[in-house]
């Protein structure tokens, strides 16, 4: 059973440049959230998709969007890219049909922004 | 707001020997669950150990337990029997009821066993 895959596992990118990141859920799950991992703080929430539409977003600016496709698999897109963007991009999935909701993550994506 | 604080960056502990990780937290909501996540050097986060807000009962899983305090805000980890491979990140998280995504993280603590 593949658990929570994500590519690619490491991205260098230069400011301005757009990027997207790949996330492919646990088999048998349907909802997939993103998160932001900084250097030395804890993840921050990004935003979540369920049924191909984004149902909750955190306090990130328009320039991060997403898309999840029939499959359940998910993409994180970043325009305009910042220095301040470099971090550990983790996908984490779960679906509401568990009782307990568990998230599963990702091993992550590395992004480094010149 | 809620918010996560973990007032420890590093913690260290012999091998065999018991370490408590501390976090705080701060919310509104009477409902809600709490967790602790192992991040190793391989970066996939793990989930240690879950705690429902409503049930007093602390958690235990195997080496892993909690002293949840409900009043005080606080859900600290407990790591008995310590291992080398219990190094790692350790990070508290928060979740409010009938939220399925949105989990807010502490800052972590940094876990270094020594053998």
């Known amino acids: 059973d593949a658990g929570v895959t994500q590519s690619p596992t490491h991205l260098i990118k230069t400011r301005g440049q757009q990027v997207t990141l790949r996330c492919s859920p646990k088999?048998?799950?349907?909802?997939v959230s993103w998160y932001q991992q900084a250097l030395g703080q804890g993840p921050q929430f990004i935003f979540q998709?369920?049924?191909?539409?984004?149902?909750q977003r955190g306090n990130f600016p328009d320039r991060f969007s997403g898309h999840q496709f029939p499959n359940y698999s998910s993409e994180l897109n970043v325009n305009a890219l910042l220095l301040g963007d470099s971090a550990l991009y983790l996908c984490a999935s779960s679906t509401p049909r568990d009782r307990d909701n568990e998230q599963f993550f990702g091993p992550g994506t590395r992004l480094t922004v010149l | 707001a809620q918010t996560v604080t973990q007032s420890q960056p590093e913690m260290s502990v012999q091998e065999a020997e018991t370490v408590t990780l501390s976090c705080t937290y701060d919310t509104s909501e009477s409902d809600y669950y709490l967790f602790w996540y192992k991040q190793p050097p391989s970066r996939q986060m793990i989930l240690v150990i879950r705690q429902e807000a409503y049930k007093q009962q602390n958690a235990t899983e195997n080496r892993f337990s909690v002293n949840f305090q409900k009043a005080a805000k606080s859900f600290s980890l407990k790591i008995s029997d310590s291992q080398l491979g219990d190094a790692a990140m350790y990070f508290c998280?928060?979740?409010?009821?009938?939220?399925?995504?949105?989990?807010?993280f502490g800052k972590g603590t940094k876990l270094s066993v020594k053998p």
């Open positions: 998280a928060y979740r409010r009821e009938g939220s399925q995504g949105n989990l807010i």
């Open positions: 998709y369920y049924e191909e539409e984004e149902r």
């Open positions: 088999s048998g799950h349907d909802t």
